[in-house]
Antibody
């Protein structure tokens, strides 16, 4: 049974960076297409980027290019999402989610519990 | 980039009613469309992918249809536990954009 466990709540000041972790269990990180999605309070889902489960290509949303870094530690099956130059609009719950176990999309539906990031001076 | 537009943004219907939500892509995406359900305070749950393939365990009152640019999610007989916000998502290629969401309530 594949599961995702995320790091805890973060409070950051504008201009700072935040790094959220997401540990995979039940499969290795290289076997899954792991993505990051955020949701501002009272707002909809916003896809940030991730790994295409079909071919492993790294995919990014244009609005986050240059500010987001997605890395993986395959030795611990932990993925990281770092967002820099934080502003108040980045206040949101950040989710990691598996969009598929390679090489298919949506053969599983697994989400982390979410990490709340608050950006406030 | 392809935009995903959902309508309506919210709806209120009676228990037992048939409910239909529309998702429109600004360009054709084949059948590379997924639907999610998000209940208040919960993580999203994948209902279906490939426009119409239900995930295991999803009640058969949910159905999906469409290809290209126009897609629908239908609930044949609305139940109280279906109160949620529903999102479509394209996944043919990046960006894997979500629609704006449709909030479904009981009248």
């Amino acid at each position: 049974q594949v599961q995702l466990v995320q790091s805890g709540t973060e409070v950051k000041k504008p201009g700072a960076s935040v790094k959220v972790s997401c540990k995979v269990s039940g499969h290795t990180l290289t076997e899954v297409g792991l993505h990051w999605v955020r949701q501002a309070p009272g707002k909809g889902l916003e896809w940030m980027g991730g790994s295409d489960p079909e071919d492993g290509e790294r995919l990014f949303a244009q609005e986050f290019r240059g500010r987001v870094t997605m890395t993986e530690d395959t030795s611990s099956d932990t993925a990281y999402m770092e967002l820099s130059s934080l502003r108040s609009e980045d206040t949101a719950t950040y989710y990691c989610a598996i969009f598929g176990i390679r090489p298919y999309y949506f053969n599983v539906d697994v989400w982390g519990q979410g990490t709340t990031v608050t950006v406030s001076s | 980039d392809i935009q995903m537009t959902q309508s309506p943004s919210s709806l209120s219907a009676s228990v037992g009613d048939r409910v239909t939500i529309t998702c429109r892509a600004s360009q054709g995406i084949g059948n590379y469309l997924a639907w999610y359900q998000q209940k208040p305070g919960k993580v999203p749950k994948l209902l279906m992918y490939g426009a119409s393939t239900l995930m295991s365990g999803v009640p058969s009152r949910f159905s999906g249809a469409g290809f290209g640019t126009d897609f629908t999610l239908s609930i044949s007989s609305l139940q109280p536990e279906d109160v949620a916000t529903y999102y479509c998502q394209k996944y043919n290629r990046a960006p894997l954009t979500f629609g704006g969401g449709t909030k479904v309530e009981i009248k």
